[in-house]
């Protein structure tokens, strides 16, 4: 089969990835943008005047197709990717990047959209349907349908140099990633590692056919290095060289891609009639301005700095007295936050690991899901996977109606990105009667099974996994009309609320005795280790605070300055940017925005923000649980019916306030991060 339009004749209308080659991709979506034109021109070319139902409506479920070839070829791209995936992407993504200005550029098709919206107020729409129209009708205001015909060719123009450069951003750190390897013959190279680690390192170098062990920027291989390895030099050796990826002057260098893209982003909002990149972005947010935002970060920066400089000092005396260390550095954070830890709490990670298999921690997610909103995970194997390591889920409700697919892919590979995240094959919608369930994905890197051992997970590793199910749950529970709105389709500062309010669970102990069990003797984790999680739940909470608020602030740095064509460094302008939250001593080699995949390849710029945003409503929706039950029905089923099944068909606040019965205050956080008492 040489074309991919043709082949979703499969159980679930799930992803025929077996019958998938790399060279369908490329003709298949040429002619897909083909077929969505024509349903496009149908819409314009309609004889009768503009109505929801033949414009609104027909844009919305026009290019379908179109849209489930590019998310699965997306999502290879980051999962499953290789030099032909790649190149493919390089190709496509400046002419889907062509085609989507062809629709929002489209002078005849903005006419019928714009008759529509400026009689929006004579319609009887529902409120799914006003938020259709409103965001259909931005779609083309905010995106150049406005500009003259010279200055649409220059949004053309900025929007396929930013889709090449966000793409070559990308590949780059995972060429970087995978070029690395720390290769150890010494065994007193690895002295303080736990046991699990150096097999894992060993079996590493064994599958190269390798003497000794190998350490990778993988995170399974990079964490337990950074955390227990007593050798310093080696510390600040791996340290310099996963801070510098992409900064080091050569083929893969990213800084003048990071000035292209904050100037031609820039350029972009200034020619739509905006300030600033920020101006742009934030206007469709919970913030809605760039003031909001940095005010928010430097009233909690104004009260998380004092506990962090504290804990810094504390940091600091510690590893003096341990080990004689005159001077902290990046390389002896997470090696002796690890050993404080220890002796303030008893606790570390190799004590919690044997309890946090991951098949556990997966059934663990699944009950928990099953006790607040009566899902069924069941395992199948009759549909197809992208890789043999990726799990296939069906998922019921009590009345056995499908809800969803899920997918889980938890291990690194060489064609996989780092990090974490969910994303979707099919989205959930209803057309002509027939409602359509979605297709979710989860993928991560956590640490792989060794021969020995299977894959126990670091307590850190736990709250991730609960992480991207909670957005996966936010996918699963979808329950709208239009595709556009359902699901993760909401304001980026909402998106990580479902995420984040489910990581607290993993520290209630009535949660935990439902999956936290011993891998050899099934021992339920003893309550003395709850209480130790829970106390030390908040150990560096103020040097943490300070980490993600200067991430942050790097990101705003970036897109809310309103001269970035006078940027001439990057790292000079990241270190100002820096200067207020820097705990550490600067090192000269390293670099993070070249390496800042969130702002430069991901979504998030001007949005780095919501993470901590989100925590103000997860830390306060989870404290509406904890006044009454954790796993309380009846509050689970308002979060279910009015954030989780709802997507973007209302504004988040509305959502939020008809769940909690008022705004979210920013007191359970910090009483949460124990910033106040």
């Given at each position: ?8 004749s499969t159980k679930y209308n799930s992803a025929p990835f077996i019958r998938i080659e790399n060279e369908h991709f490329k003709p298949a979506i040429l002619k897909l ?373 899920f997918y889980a892919d938890f291990f690194p590979r060489k064609g996989k990105r780092n990090g974490a995240w969910m994303t979707s094959y099919k989205p959930q919608f ?248």
């Amino acid at each position: 089969m040489n074309t991919l339009t043709a082949i979703f004749s499969t159980k679930y209308n799930s992803a025929p990835f077996i019958r998938i080659e790399n060279e369908h991709f490329k003709p298949a979506i040429l002619k897909l943008i083909e077929e969505t034109k024509s349903e496009i021109d149908a819409i314009i070319t309609n004889k009768e005047n503009p109505t929801f139902e033949n414009t609104i409506e027909a844009l919305e479920f026009s290019g379908q197709q179109l849209d489930r070839v590019t998310s699965i070829f997306f999502n290879l791209n980051s999962a499953e990717t290789s030099e032909d995936i790649q190149k493919i992407a390089q190709e496509i993504s400046p002419i889907l990047s062509d085609f989507g200005n062809d629709i929002t550029l489209n002078e005849d098709l903005f006419k019928r959209v714009k008759a529509v919206y400026e009689i929006k107020e004579s319609l009887d729409l529902t409120t799914e349907q006003q938020t259709l129209l409103n965001k259909k009708y931005k779609s083309f205001s905010r995106n150049g349908a406005n500009l003259n015909e010279e200055d649409k060719n220059k949004l053309r123009e900025i929007d396929k140099k930013l889709s090449k450069l966000k793409l070559q951003f990308g590949e780059n750190i995972l060429a970087e990633t995978n070029k690395y390897e720390l290769h150890l013959t010494n065994g007193d190279d690895l002295s303080g590692l736990p046991e699990g680690a150096k097999e894992a390192a060993k079996q590493l170098a064994e599958s190269k056919e390798k003497e000794g062990w190998l350490i990778t920027l993988d995170y399974p291989s990079y964490i337990p290095f950074m955390t227990y390895a007593d050798n310093r030099e080696l510390r600040e050796q791996l340290s310099k060289v996963a801070g510098s990826k992409a900064f080091k002057g050569d083929a893969l260098d990213n800084q003048q891609i990071v000035l292209d893209i904050v100037n031609l982003r820039f350029e972009r909002a200034n020619l739509l009639g905006y300030k600033t990149h920020s101006h742009f972005v934030l206007e469709e947010r919970m913030a809605q301005t760039p003031e909001t935002v940095l005010n928010f970060s430097n009233d909690l920066l104004a009260k998380a700095k004092p506990a962090a400089e504290e804990e810094f000092k504390n940091l600091e005396d510690f590893a003096k007295d341990l080990d004689g260390i005159d001077r902290l550095e990046k390389w002896d954070s997470a090696y002796y936050s690890e050993k404080l830890k220890q002796k303030l709490f008893s606790l570390d990670d190799e004590q919690l690991k044997p309890y946090f298999k991951l098949e556990n921690v997966i059934d663990g997610a699944f009950e928990i899901a099953g006790k607040l909103f009566d899902l069924k995970f069941e395992e199948i194997n009759d549909i197809d996977k992208y890789h043999e390591e990726v799990l296939t889920y069906k998922v019921t409700n009590n009345n056995g109606d499908l809800v969803s697919i899920f997918y889980a892919d938890f291990f690194p590979r060489k064609g996989k990105r780092n990090g974490a995240w969910m994303t979707s094959y099919k989205p959930q919608f209803v057309k002509d009667g027939i409602e359509e369930r979605p297709h979710v994905s989860i993928v991560c890197n956590f640490t792989k099974p060794t021969k020995s051992k299977p894959s126990l997970l670091t307590f850190n590793e736990v709250t991730t996994l609960f992480h991207e199910f909670g957005h996966a749950l936010h996918g699963m529970l979808a329950n709208t009309v239009y595709p556009s709105l359902s699901g993760t389709s909401v304001f980026w500062d909402f998106v990580e609320l479902p995420s984040q309010v489910m990581e607290n669970w993993c520290f209630e102990q009535e949660a935990l005795e439902l999956f936290a069990k011993h891998y050899e003797t099934g021992e339920v984790i003893p309550m003395e280790l709850v209480n130790k999680i829970k106390e030390s739940a908040t150990f560096h909470e103020g040097m943490q605070t300070l980490r993600q608020l200067s991430f942050g602030l790097l990101d705003m740095s970036w897109h809310a300055g309103e001269a970035p064509n006078t940027i001439k460094s990057v790292k000079e302008f990241e270190d100002e940017a820096f200067k207020d939250t820097n705990l550490f001593p600067d090192v000269k080699e390293n670099c993070m925005s070249t390496a800042f995949a969130h702002i430069f390849q991901g979504g998030y710029s001007s949005g780095y923000y919501s993470y901590k945003w989100a925590e103000v409503l997860d830390a306060d929706a989870f404290d509406y649980f904890k006044q009454n039950d954790i796993f309380n029905k009846e509050i689970a089923t308002k979060f279910k019916d009015n954030v989780l099944s709802q997507g973007g068909t209302e504004n988040p606040m509305v959502l939020y306030k008809r769940f909690r019965g008022q705004e979210p205050k920013p007191e359970a956080l910090l009483k949460r991060a124990g910033l106040i008492k």
